[in-house]
């Protein structure tokens, strides 16, 4: 009721500030576009708005441009170099959905938190934001095939490397950050295990390296740039808990542009276009070890990749995401 | 230090055209509000009930909701409820517009109800008419005791305009953060040289808003 109410009041002050704007000729945003094509815009999607947010497959090449929202400040996955360009792993692949779309790509530099928002207003086409595939976000956005895992990993100091977490000893502790997927599976799989957890990276990683826990569990991505980047520290479980997956995400419904990208992505696994994006943008942070382990290929999660997980549940945990991906693809196809 | 990612490409001028963004979504939201907020400060003060109320649920909204949640509201809350596709430069201009006029009228409304009311009697009774009252011994005034406090507000949005980076605009943080990150290896004591800059950058914009501000009241002090 309240909300509602507050709503009614903040559109009757929109229009009234529209207008202001409209009245004292400073629009100046919408002057950039075109006020004549706002407009259009404005009332064919007041049309649409209870049936559709988002742009067919066959609109967005009539348009001859596509939108897609990235990370632009997430080293090496999204991020804008000194040029001005952007650059990373996600967009390596925006590009190649925009050259074989034969349309223009129009970046939107997105935040971790408005990512759902972006899709669910039809805002851009296509999340290409390192997008972690769960269950909650699957049910306000469409994923379409992974492209990359993601899991937990432990790291731990050269001299006593940590491979299982059965080796962690009773009055040991183990850090994590509050918060994280690391933190919510040690406590549900390893109760036993003392934890020790921080609010930020910053302070995590100052008390892991005063030796203050035996090891550090974070998502892998993480752990493994850490101990690439500071020496003396190795990742002794490269891969554990459940595995998840990073996929491309799209407009709830938006059948004929998901169905595009998969295709897409299965077309490319004939290539090894994946292999070729890891080792263009993120072997420099990973090495080679990590290809297997990071890349996705085809969209198909790799045996490789599930054989190094630590634990079999994991292997399941995998798999029973990306086939949720799927029958939240199909769903939302049939809902069609 | 990190000053020297800065000099790296295009990333000096990347920076200034943020900076231009957020002066240019913060001036026009000024303007707005200040026309708005003169308008609304005069209403309220003419105690009419129904203005009143409204006033009051309006200022208290703004006070009590965070301008990053005004911002989601305004950007993807009209395209969700109302199919209006807003441009987020639009939508940070209507939201920093929202809160401004708002504090801009309390502002007015405080500095009219300051004036005593011997002032109009005495006007009044000097001859002048009501108009002529406000034109010549109420307005110059009110400016007076506003400039300080308005002054405050400007500068205030220009800072907060860094929120606009939430709904995809690239503005001069923004900017900050990607040069650091896109440097996280080769340089990483960037931070400390860009936030540096970019402290200095704010700061360029701000200080002759002040000067300006000082140089006013003096000039209209007598």
Redesign the interface.
């Known amino acids: 009721m309240k909300k509602n109410s ?2 009614r ?3 009757t ?2 229009t009234l ?2 207008g ?2 409209a009245l ?1 000729g ?5 002057a ?2 075109g006020a004549a094509e ?1 407009t259009s ?2 009332s064919a ?5 209870d049936s559709k ?1 988002y742009r067919t497959l066959d609109e967005i090449k009539e348009s001859g441009e596509i939108n897609i ?1 990235v990370f ?4 090496p996955f999204g ?6 360009e952007y ?1 990373g792993y996600d967009v390596y692949f925006a590009n190649k959905l925009g050259e074989d779309l034969g349309v223009k790509i129009n970046f ?4 971790a ?2 990512r759902v ?2 899709l ?4 851009v086409d296509i999340v290409l934001a390192n997008f972690t595939v769960t269950e909650e976000r699957a049910e306000k956005v469409d994923f379409a095939l992974p492209y990359m895992n993601v899991a937990l990993g432990v790291v731990s100091p050269e001299g006593k490397v940590i491979k299982d977490l059965s080796e962690v000893k009773a009055d040991e502790q183990v850090i994590v950050i509050s918060g994280t997927t690391a933190e919510t599976y040690l406590e549900k799989n390893y109760p036993d295990i003392k934890l020790q957890k921080f609010d930020t990276y910053a302070t995590a990683k100052t008390s892991f390296e005063n030796g203050t826990g035996v090891a550090w569990a974070n998502d892998n991505t993480e752990v493994i740039a850490y101990a690439i ?1 500071n020496k003396g520290y190795v990742v002794g479980i490269p891969s554990l808990g459940s595995q998840d997956t990073i996929a491309p995400a799209v407009s709830k419904g938006n059948s004929t542009l998901l169905e595009w990208i998969n295709s897409e992505i299965e077309s490319l696994g004939k290539e090894n276009f994946f292999h070729a994006d890891y080792e263009a943008t993120l072997i ?2 990973y090495g080679k070890d990590y290809e297997e382990t990071l890349v996705v290929e085809g969209g198909k999660v790799s045996d490789g990749a599930a054989a190094e997980a630590s634990s079999e549940d994991s292997e399941e945990a995998s798999t029973a995401a990306t086939s949720e991906a799927a029958e939240a693809a199909t769903e939302a196809s049939s809902a069609k | 230090m990190g000053f020297e ?1 800065l000099l ?4 000096m001028i ?1 920076l200034l055209t943020g900076l231009a963004v957020s002066l ?1 979504i913060s001036f ?1 939201s000024v ?2 509000s200040i ?2 907020g003169v308008a609304l400060g005069i209403l309220m003060t003419l105690k009419n009930p129904v203005i009143t109320v409204v006033s009051r ?2 200022l208290e ?1 703004v006070r009590i909701m965070p301008q990053m949640v005004l911002l ?3 950007y ?10 807003l ?4 939508a ?3 939201v920093f ?2 809160w401004g ?1 708002a504090e801009m009228a309390d502002l007015v409304r405080g500095a009219l109800l300051s004036i005593p009311a011997i002032q109009y009697e005495s006007s009044i009774s000097l001859g002048l008419n009501k108009l002529q009252t406000y034109i010549y011994v109420i307005i110059p005034q009110i400016i007076r005791r506003m400039i300080p406090l308005s002054i405050n507000l400007i500068t205030r949005m220009i800072k907060t305009t860094s929120l606009v ?4 605009i ?1 503005e001069v943080l ?1 900017v900050g ?6 440097n ?2 080769a340089s990483p004591t960037a931070a400390f040289g860009v936030f540096l800059v970019i402290f200095l950058l704010y700061f360029a914009a701000c200080w002759p808003i002040s000067m300006l501000s000082r140089y006013l009241e003096k000039k209209w002090e007598t």
């Open positions: 507050l709503k009041i903040l559109a002050t929109l500030a529209l202001a704007v004292t400073c629009g100046s945003a919408s950039k576009e706002q815009e404005a999607a007041q049309e649409q708005s947010v929202g632009s400040d997430k080293n991020y804008v170099d000194e040029n001005g650059q939107v530099s997105t935040e938190a408005s928002e972006y669910e207003t039809g805002k980047e420099e942070t | 990612v790296k490409g295009n990333n990347r240019k026009v303007a707005i026309v708005l649920i309006y909204i989601f509201i305004v993807f809350g009209t395209t969700k409820a109302l199919g209006i596709n441009e987020a430069e639009t940070a201009v209507i517009s929202f006029t980076m939430m709904i995809g690239v923004k953060q990607q040069i650091i990150e896109a996280r290896k």
